[in-house]
């Protein structure tokens, strides 16, 4: 068992903390953890009880020092509701329970939570409080909805100490191949996110569960949960950790207290009810679909989705995500729906039910549009064919071409059935064909141009350059890559003249995470600067951003670039030195012309000053980082 050792030094409750969410603290492994500890009035009574446990993890403006700035925990989330007079005290199926609950305080050391903050509050209750172990909840909002996806992606044996995680507009874990170690837990999950989120992007979200449900093994079970408010911006979280049911109903402390890790209650799928197949004449075509007889025998359902899984492409559901609605826009033919339901626990029903639209008598058919097949082009014109389009019973009288997505582009003769794309650049562009019969029926069809042109065949996910075993070694990782056939490794020493000193076999076509390294063997200086040229099958360039060898045994340097200077000089400093930072240039008779402050939070950080306005000539440029580190480099400014 690790060893906690917690400050009986306890801090005065201020700012209307509630009198049971106390200040506390300690140390775990040589972490300092400030946090607030609640408890309710009724803990302790009996010896025998054991509470659920809620680990709350706050967003990126509520760090502080773990003491004197401890009260900003209590801006947001439960420690808020706890602060303005909540019990944290919820009944589901009949039983009341209330939570203890541990809000730590991250450091403004860190820029993102750390797995020690949770790993140090979880063995601090499991020692010293009457947790439940198998009703342990983690949660956490923004910066700390990603310390929650964070701590279950990166060690499979974190998700299987958890009952379930909620998560409030979260930013991405860095371990996104770790998603999977949540479906491997079973663990219950519930993600919100607002759809015109300006500040973690709607996307991460969306990612995260997507992968779940169709890019793990074993596929999840319980299903996660997501809701999506269509605005609200970044600020949801009042929203999400509101207490009654004006937002959701379970709220997300009942939806907790439904789920224990072990010996969970053995629950109940829902029932879909999509009701009875349809059979419609035209020239009607609008359907109804009613799923309002879809029941959960042991609780409710959460969510219902209609999706067409067969027929044709002319159709539009009206509320996708209603227990009943309509589909409009259909065409003859025989279409498919499956209606599925989701409860809070997880678990899906599924039902089907079947429209045919039959063509009555003397009844028109509307025509068939055909755009033409996906296609790639390099060049900067294309054409466009519609010329499969047909009228059963009858004959297009017109044709109409839209660009729907992509840079925008000319589009010559758009009313005709062969169009031609101008002025074409890198880019995926897609294209609605809509065309009419003389009955006045329409029909539309789509079509994908990709030019590669341009578009960017790799994503670095990091570029880095260390001191391994006495020698330079360039490391690289990339998210995906298109077309890619190799990467040059380059150095220089001014950053002005790189010279190519390797080369490395790229992966070609990839959608996983790829690993490089390349050991430079003739040279081992930190000075020198560094840079990859990524080639593409097509001969075309890339470069990624320069970097400087960061040697983390020692103090390390700071380097500037290019040397000589004309308009921006270019600073990358690699050392472990952490804290507020000065740049100062000066002349050579001492006198300071410039300064400009800086804040680094990690070994590797890269700013730039503008030279512009100096006069040519030779300077210093000094660089301090806190009060261990200071380095001077001499500076050529030209015209």
Not at 256 to 283: E, F, W
Not at 289 to 295: E, K, Q, R
């Amino acid at each position: 068992m690790k060893t906690i050792l917690l400050s009986v030094g306890l801090l005065l409750v201020t700012l209307g903390v509630s009198a049971q969410q106390v200040a506390k603290s300690l140390t775990y492994n040589g972490l300092f953890v400030g946090f607030y500890e609640y408890k309710p009035t009724s803990y302790g009574w009996s010896s025998a009880k054991k509470y659920p446990l809620m680990i709350f993890l706050h967003g990126f403006g509520e760090r502080g020092n773990g003491t004197t700035d401890l009260y900003k925990v209590a801006f947001n989330g439960p420690p808020y509701n706890i602060a303005a007079g909540s019990k944290m005290a919820f009944t589901v199926n009949g039983v009341k329970d209330t939570f203890l609950v541990l809000s730590p305080q991250l450091s403004l050391t860190y820029t993102g939570w750390i797995n020690s903050y949770v790993d140090a509050m979880y063995n601090y209750a499991m020692a010293n409080l009457q947790v439940d172990p198998n009703r342990v909840y983690l949660t956490g909002l923004s910066a700390g909805g990603g310390g929650v996806w964070d701590y279950v992606t990166s060690d499979p044996t974190n998700a299987p100490k958890l009952a379930a995680i909620v998560v409030s507009c979260g930013v991405a874990p860095g371990n996104m191949n770790g998603i999977c170690y949540m479906n491997q837990a079973n663990l219950p999950v519930w993600a919100f996110h607002a759809m015109d989120d300006g500040t973690v992007p709607v996307g991460y979200t969306q990612s995260i569960i997507d992968k779940m449900n169709n890019g793990c093994t074993p596929s999840p079970d319980p299903l996660p949960l997501a809701k999506y408010y269509p605005s609200g911006g970044h600020g949801i979280w009042g929203w999400v950790y509101d207490e009654t049911h004006a937002y959701q109903n379970p709220n997300v402390y009942e939806w907790m207290l439904m789920h224990t890790r072990a010996s969970a209650p053995v629950d109940v799928a829902p029932v879909s009810k999509a009701g009875n197949d349809t059979i419609i004449v035209l020239p009607a075509n609008t359907a109804s679909l009613n799923g309002g007889a879809s029941y959960d025998a042991d609780g409710s359902i959460a969510e219902y989705k209609w999706t067409k899984v067969s027929g044709p492409d002319n159709f539009t559901i009206t509320s996708p995500s209603s227990s009943a609605t309509t589909v409009t826009g259909m065409v003859t033919g025989t279409y498919t729906f499956v209606l599925r339901t989701l409860d809070y626990y997880g678990k899906a029903g599924y039902d089907t039910m079947t429209v045919e639209i039959k063509p009555g008598i003397g009844a028109n058919i509307p025509p068939v549009s055909n755009a033409g097949n996906d296609f790639s082009t390099t060049n900067n014109y294309a054409y466009l064919s519609g010329g499969g389009s047909y009228d059963p019973d009858g004959y297009i009288i017109a044709y109409d071409w839209k660009q729907l997505t992509g840079p925008a582009i000319t589009l010559v003769n758009a009313q005709s059935s062969f169009p031609t794309a101008q002025s074409v650049v890198g880019g995926v562009f897609k294209f609605q064909l809509t065309v009419y019969d003389n009955m006045g029926a329409a029909t539309s069809n789509f079509v994908t141009m990709t030019n590669p042109t341009g578009l960017l065949p790799v994503e670095f996910l990091y570029v880095k350059a260390t001191k391994i075993s006495g020698k330079n070694t360039v490391q690289w990782a990339t998210d995906k890559e298109l077309n890619t056939d190799r990467f040059d490794v380059q150095r220089s020493e001014e950053g002005t003249v790189f010279t190519t000193i390797g080369n490395v076999t790229a992966a070609g076509s990839s959608s996983a995470t790829k690993e490089y390294t390349f050991t430079d063997n003739q040279y081992s200086k930190a000075k020198y600067l560094y840079r990859l040229q990524q080639v593409d099958k097509d001969g075309q360039v890339k470069f990624s951003k320069i970097v400087s060898v960061a040697d983390v045994d020692n103090k390390g340097g700071a380097t500037i670039y290019p040397n000589p200077v004309k308009e921006n000089l270019n600073i990358a400093i690699n050392n472990t030195e952490k804290g507020n930072g000065v740049i100062n240039v000066y002349g050579v008779d001492g006198k300071l012309i410039q300064r400009q402050s800086f804040y680094k939070s990690q070994t590797d950080y890269y700013t730039s000053i503008n030279a512009q306005s100096l006069k040519a000539g030779i300077y210093l440029v000094e660089v301090s980082v806190g009060d261990k580190y200071k380095t001077v480099e001499r500076m050529v400014k030209t015209n």
